[in-house]
């Protein structure tokens, strides 16, 4: 079988940042963009608890989807398999600095969430007490201050 794109990044070099993962075209005729949002370094340092990825899965889909300037083009928020970020999918041709304020907002509103968890209920989820909000905001302010604060081009394009 062939690769998919994804597993032809070589992990041994990627750092954390943004990056385009892949675009689309769909039978209508829109791109949609898919991005890496990479928040620990593959195979050198820890990954996320799947708890964190969960907690941080639900405050920032809803922090995407309610916010105006861009919910009409949110898809998707998710983790990775791997546990070592989250993809974003986006409807548009975009680029990393396209969505640098984004996510430095939607990190900043995980950082600094307090409360119930949205959607952390029996009822709204199918794990709700698989969540950890503690780890969840200390992987966002991490991520804050040390690549969104000042991102460089190695943090926005894929080792080649």
Same mark, same amino acid.
Request: with cysteine.
């Given at each position: 079988?062939?690769? !998919?794109?994804?597993?032809?990044?070589? &992990?041994?070099?990627?750092? #954390?940042?943004? =990056?385009?993962?892949?675009?689309?075209? @769909?039978?209508?005729?829109? !791109? *949609?963009? /898919?991005?890496?949002?990479?928040? @620990?370094?593959?195979? #050198? %340092? %820890?990954?996320?608890?799947? %708890?964190?990825?969960?907690?941080?899965? &639900?405050?920032?889909? @809803?922090?995407?989807?309610?916010?105006?300037?861009?919910?009409?083009? *949110?898809? =998707?928020?998710?983790?990775?398999?791997? +546990? /070592?970020?989250?993809?974003?999918?986006? %409807?548009?041709?975009?680029?990393?600095?396209? *969505?640098?304020?984004?996510?430095?907002? /939607?990190?900043?509103?995980?950082?600094?969430?307090?409360?119930? !968890?949205?959607?952390? /209920?029996?009822?709204? +989820?199918?794990?709700? @007490?698989?969540?950890?909000?503690?780890?969840?905001?200390?992987?966002?302010?991490? =991520?804050?201050?040390?690549?969104?604060?000042?991102?460089?081009?190695?943090?926005?394009?894929?080792?080649?």
């Amino acid at each position: 079988m062939k690769k !998919i794109a994804s597993f032809t990044i070589d &992990h041994n070099r990627l750092l #954390r940042g943004i =990056y385009v993962s892949r675009r689309d075209k @769909t039978a209508s005729g829109d !791109i *949609i963009t /898919t991005f890496d949002i990479r928040m @620990t370094e593959p195979n #050198r %340092q %820890q990954a996320l608890s799947p %708890q964190a990825l969960h907690a941080m899965e &639900h405050l920032a889909a @809803t922090y995407l989807r309610n916010r105006p300037d861009w919910s009409d083009r *949110i898809v =998707y928020w998710g983790p990775m398999g791997c +546990c /070592t970020g989250n993809y974003l999918i986006l %409807q548009g041709e975009l680029e990393p600095v396209d *969505i640098i304020e984004l996510m430095h907002d /939607t990190m900043h509103f995980v950082a600094n969430f307090e409360g119930e !968890i949205p959607g952390a /209920t029996p009822r709204d +989820c199918g794990n709700y @007490t698989f969540m950890d909000l503690e780890e969840a905001r200390k992987a966002a302010r991490i =991520y804050l201050t040390e690549i969104l604060s000042s991102p460089n081009h190695d943090n926005l394009t894929y080792p080649s």
